[in-house]
């Protein structure tokens, strides 16, 4: 079995690890969330409101790309939507053979061989997709956060960043981290050397990677203009 | 450079496990027999601190500079050195310059990237893959003049490999100028 096959089944036991976790969020505070309303993209959510390059066809598929891309190719009915490919999935498989390499590093950022535990990982993607106003990216990894932990007030509060009140200081030098490689691709010293109070250097390492890899995801969903898939909430 | 030594140090060949022995002396194209004076890029030898993430790692930037990247080695390398020098990355730009050379960058065409799109003397298409690079630094997202500039000659599969290669070299530049990574010998810096 491929890398990226297992990969995409992480992902989907993941979606559908309970009921819960589709939801909206139930009684979602608070102040973060009123302050985050305010700051939102004048421009509007998606940075497109149509693909540039839109997904493959589930009849254009290969019969390998559909047995991978399509797990719900009868139309399984997941929270009320009719699942089918990922918008992302079927954009990146207009360009098959880059896929193919994409995602067995992709599978190892997000898989069981990074470092990081599943709730930091989560606290950087989804701070790197809030600064660079990927929508498409928010939306999953939301999905994904809850399901490893992170509340609906954390994730609020994501959008605010580290000097919000409320964080763990660590959870706090995460953010920090994500901020400096967005606004310099370089970590400084002071949050360098809080990280490395508890990471090893594997995990330091893995903190650069799942930002830049993140970042790299976010110029192309929004460069491609991928949708969001159906039932998934944005910003 | 923005650290004038590593925070994590590239592997001592003393340090080598036997497969690393044979992949990394194998890179620099030399004898992997011990002893034989052999020098590895900082490069892999500090992503070799984390050896799961670098063979993934090296399977996808293997697409970049590789084949199956559709672009044009010429164009793909006026990408890499735009965004490299938009980060400050300067192991990635010393690196970088040797490949464009080799490619058939001139020195003049080098030394213009670091002043932009609109320095005259560039094609339009060459501007463009420039101001891609710029809008995907600024914004993470390419604007449609630039978008539809490329798409008058590029397929959808260069269209896509444009923003996967600035996308991956900013990664890189992320993690040399994190890591610390030094210039290897003989190679210039900005």
């Not at chain 1, 090893?200 to 969001?228: C, E, H, I, K, P």
Request: glycine share 8%; proline share 4%; charged share 20%.
């Amino acid at each position: 079995m491929t890398n990226h096959f297992i990969g995409s089944l992480a992902v989907l036991a993941l979606l559908l690890a309970g009921p819960t976790l589709a939801q909206s969020p139930a009684g979602a505070s608070s102040e973060a969330t009123a302050a985050v309303q305010a700051s939102k993209n004048p421009q509007g959510r998606m940075r497109l409101s149509a693909p540039r390059i839109a997904p493959l066809a589930l009849d254009k598929m290969t019969p390998d790309q559909a047995k991978e891309l399509v797990p719900f190719k009868d139309g399984a009915d997941f929270a009320g939507t009719k699942l089918k490919a990922y918008n992302v999935m079927a954009t990146l498989a207009q360009h098959e053979e880059a896929r193919q390499k994409f995602n067995v590093w992709a599978n190892y950022v997000l898989g069981a061989s990074s470092t990081l535990t599943p709730r930091e990982r989560e606290i950087l993607i989804l701070r790197i997709g809030w600064l660079c106003q990927a929508e498409y990216e928010w939306a999953q990894h939301t999905v994904i956060g809850r399901a490893v932990g992170l509340n609906d007030d954390e994730i609020a509060r994501i959008k605010l960043g580290p000097d919000a009140p409320g964080w763990d200081p660590f959870d706090a030098t995460l953010l920090r981290a994500a901020d400096e490689l967005h606004a310099d691709a370089f970590v400084s010293d002071a949050t360098w050397n809080a990280l490395a109070k508890r990471y090893n250097t594997q995990q330091l390492m893995d903190v650069v990677f799942t930002v830049g890899q993140y970042n790299l995801v976010s110029m192309a969903l929004n460069s491609f203009g991928v949708q969001r898939d159906e039932g998934v909430d944005g910003f | 450079m923005k650290l004038s030594k590593p925070r994590i140090k590239p592997l001592d060949e003393s340090e080598w496990t036997p497969e690393q022995a044979r992949t990394l002396g194998r890179l620099k194209g030399g004898s992997t027999e011990f002893g034989a004076k052999m020098h590895v890029y900082n490069v892999l030898g500090t992503l070799s601190r984390h050896p799961e993430a670098n063979k993934k790692f090296g399977v996808w930037a293997g697409h970049i500079m590789g084949e199956t990247n559709t672009l044009p080695p010429r164009e793909r390398e006026i990408l890499i050195l735009r965004i490299g020098w938009l980060c400050q990355a300067e192991y990635e730009w010393g690196q970088h310059v040797v490949f464009g050379r080799a490619v058939g960058l001139t020195d003049e065409e080098i030394a213009r990237i670091k002043i932009g799109a609109d320095e005259p003397g560039w094609s339009e298409h060459d501007a463009a893959l420039i101001r891609a690079t710029d809008d995907l630094h600024k914004d993470a997202c390419i604007s449609d003049a630039v978008w539809n500039g490329l798409a008058k000659t590029y397929s959808t599969h260069q269209l896509m490999d444009v923003v996967f290669t600035v996308g991956q070299y900013n990664l890189v530049s992320m993690a040399l100028n994190s890591f610390g990574v030094q210039l290897d010998e003989g190679v210039k810096g900005f």
